[in-house]
């Protein structure tokens, strides 16, 4: 049977390290300086504090502050212009089409901006279904990636034993998790522009919890065939 590719958006099928993650961090930063009254360089600080402890700047903020998560959410992403943002490439179409079995994004971005690039990316038609962060909520608390039991949970909800699923991811942190509850995984390292590409690069080339490494999802295609790592 085939798999079941559960694929991130940002960083893994489009470049958001350039211009998009830095108007989410810095939407995220002045969130955080009207919300809590802290000086900029402390909001900053506490920005990345959550987001390296939760995987997700809002789960501190929600945790720690009673943040309303939706408010955030809305005021961090604010993206009319995606469209002239995301580079549509035809390749990255073609390649989903090819690919055989379920394509789901799952995504830790909220459903506005996920529909967002992927109307720019023009791949709506090659995909399955669209997991956000909104869907990642469980017994009153978001656990987004990288969370096991929301992994779990996620692979119950698509009737699908986690064996055949593949996680197609730019964070190894991510790709670990998904390891770790049964999931494959595929590291796809040469999308997002940056000094910190190269050191992931190197970091997974080693790392038996990645069971594939491409430069860009538009080559996954060909590469699966070759690789005894996903072989359903």
């Not at 809002?58 to 809305?74: E, P």
């Not at 073609?94 to 506005?112: F, H, Y």
């Not at 039991?149 to 991811?169: I, Q, Y």
């Amino acid at each position: 049977m085939h798999p079941v590719w559960l694929l991130d958006l940002d960083n893994t099928l489009h470049d958001a390290a350039a211009v998009v993650f830095p108007r989410i961090n810095r939407a995220m930063t002045d969130f955080v300086v009207a919300r809590l009254g802290v000086p900029e360089q402390q909001a900053n600080e506490l920005r990345q504090f959550y987001w390296q402890r939760y995987g997700a700047t809002m789960l501190g903020l929600v945790r720690h502050h009673a943040i309303d998560a939706h408010d955030f959410l809305h005021a961090t992403h604010p993206f009319p212009d995606i469209h002239r943002l995301v580079r549509r490439d035809q390749r990255l179409a073609q390649a989903l089409r090819r690919l055989p079995g379920r394509k789901v994004i799952v995504t830790n971005a909220p459903a506005k901006y996920a529909r967002g690039v992927i109307k720019a990316l023009g791949i709506g038609a090659f995909l399955d279904d669209v997991i956000s962060i909104e869907s990642m909520r469980f017994a009153g608390r978001f656990q987004p990636k990288p969370s096991r039991p929301m992994l779990r949970r996620l692979a119950a909800r698509l009737r699908v034993p986690r064996a055949r699923c593949v996680l197609v991811e730019d964070s190894l942190e991510n790709l670990i998790s998904a390891h770790r509850v049964g999931m494959r995984t595929v590291h796809v390292t040469g999308v997002a522009s940056g000094v910190g590409k190269m050191a992931r690069k190197a970091r997974s080339g080693s790392d038996r919890r990645v069971g594939l490494q491409v430069q860009s999802v538009t080559l996954l295609a060909r590469r699966r065939l070759r690789s005894a790592h996903l072989s359903p």
